[in-house]
């Protein structure tokens, strides 16, 4: 009799849908994590690109190229938010590539521009800067985030879920996001709670060859998850529950200096090509069909790493007819790096944006519920989580 009382209290059905960034497959796999939570589990193929695409493709079911955005950079003079610099040319070097000019040019920009969400000049060096622009950024954890296309959000927006959101962008660590969820599913009369957890990245970053702390690591999360379950278990009759990333994360073997490289074919950055050296890419843009012959060859005899086609890039979802992200994207050998790159100065061990049929890019999801269509891509989440709704 008390049991029945109890039971009719609860409330009726909880969804909770996690991303954890970076848990990738063969992680989810070796740790065996998350097992007495869910039963269903299976790989994804993510994107060809970064976070900047990943996360929204997730969010979205859509390809980079259908978002019109892929990496943060790309080039584009006329409207750079850099290119007030260009009056300041003749301004010695060490005057400008410093802490803190970087971080004045960067601020004054922003400014300028009237940019919202992030905004970051990475490693770029201040006299390329203004041959670039930024993907401008909203804050996609929330409805109308995505300019042109329906994020999970707005589908929920649209069928009246209540549901709440959680991410860094409200400025919570992934701790306090989970205190949080806690206290909600107490205490509101939600039905969907979708958590964007971000710190596993960065820690799998600087410590993805380290196997102890790495466990450690996901043996907290499997805590935090489960504690998360068995509280919505005294509050929801039914629970389901979803867990799932936007790619999995490459132990580095090898670093190479490509600017060397590529400098040392004696054409001029800035005036006979421009091209931003992403960690796991270059991408290269020409003024001259000297320069674009010469640069061509030398990266066909590059043996670690790539020219990617335009097929793979349609299939991938990272083509652009504009070319606006590169005219030519040579990709690294999983596992090894450009460094310094214009993204950072110093190496990392672990580092993801490699061809997405590499093994460690592999995402994963994993659920309590299977699925009425297999997942195989992160495209597939958003209607896998909405089916469950
Ligand atoms: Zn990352």
């Not at 109890?6 to 989810?28: S, T, Y």
């Not at 260009?86 to 920009?109: C, D, M, T």
């Not at 990266?299 to 670690?304: A, R």
């Not at 061809?355 to 989440?381: C, G, K, T, W």
């Amino acid at each position: 009799m008390l049991d029945d009382t109890r039971a009719r209290k609860k409330k009726k059905k909880a969804v909770i849908a996690i991303l954890i960034d970076a848990l990738g497959w063969e992680l989810v796999k070796k740790y065996k994590v998350f097992s007495d939570i869910a039963d269903y589990r299976t790989g994804l193929k993510t994107i060809l690109g970064f976070s900047s695409s990943a996360v929204p493709t997730v969010l979205s079911g859509v390809s980079g190229d259908k978002m019109e955005l892929w990496n943060s950079v790309y080039y584009s003079p006329q409207t750079s938010p850099y290119k007030w610099l260009k009056r300041f040319e003749w301004v010695p070097e060490p005057l400008k590539e410093n802490r803190y000019s970087r971080f004045l040019i960067r601020q004054f920009s922003r400014r300028m521009a009237k940019h919202r969400g992030y905004f970051s000049d990475f490693a770029i060096p201040v006299k390329y800067l203004p041959q670039f622009d930024l993907c401008e950024k909203r804050n996609i954890y929330s409805p109308g985030g995505l300019i042109g296309n329906q994020s999970i959000f707005d589908d929920l927006e649209r069928i009246q879920k209540k549901y709440k959101v959680y991410s860094y962008v409200q400025g919570a660590s992934d701790e306090h996001i989970f205190s949080k969820v806690n206290n909600d599913i107490i205490n509101s009369t939600s039905d969907v709670f979708y958590l964007y957890l971000c710190q596993l990245d960065a820690f799998l970053h600087a410590h993805v060859n380290e196997p102890e702390k790495v466990k450690q690591k996901i043996r907290w999360y499997e805590r935090q998850v489960t504690n998360l379950v068995e509280n919505a278990q005294n509050h929801y009759c039914n629970i389901v529950i979803h867990i799932f990333s936007d790619h999995g994360m490459v132990p580095i073997k090898s670093t190479v200096d490509m600017i060397t490289t590529i400098q040392e074919l004696g054409f001029i950055e800035g005036k006979d090509y421009a091209v931003m050296y992403d960690s796991t890419m270059a991408r290269f843009w020409f003024m001259n069909g000297k320069c674009r012959n010469a640069i061509t060859q030398k990266l066909f005899e590059l043996e670690y790493g790539n020219i990617v086609s335009d097929t793979i890039l349609k299939e991938e979802g990272a083509f652009f007819e504009d070319r606006r992200f590169g005219e030519i994207i040579f990709l690294m050998q999983p596992g090894t790096l450009i460094c310094p790159s214009y993204m950072s100065y110093a190496p990392v061990p672990g580092m993801h944006g490699f061809s997405p049929d590499d093994p460690d890019m592999e995402a994963s999801y994993l659920s309590n519920v299977v699925p009425n269509v297999q997942p195989r891509h992160i495209r597939d989440i958003k209607r896998t989580v909405l089916n469950t709704i």
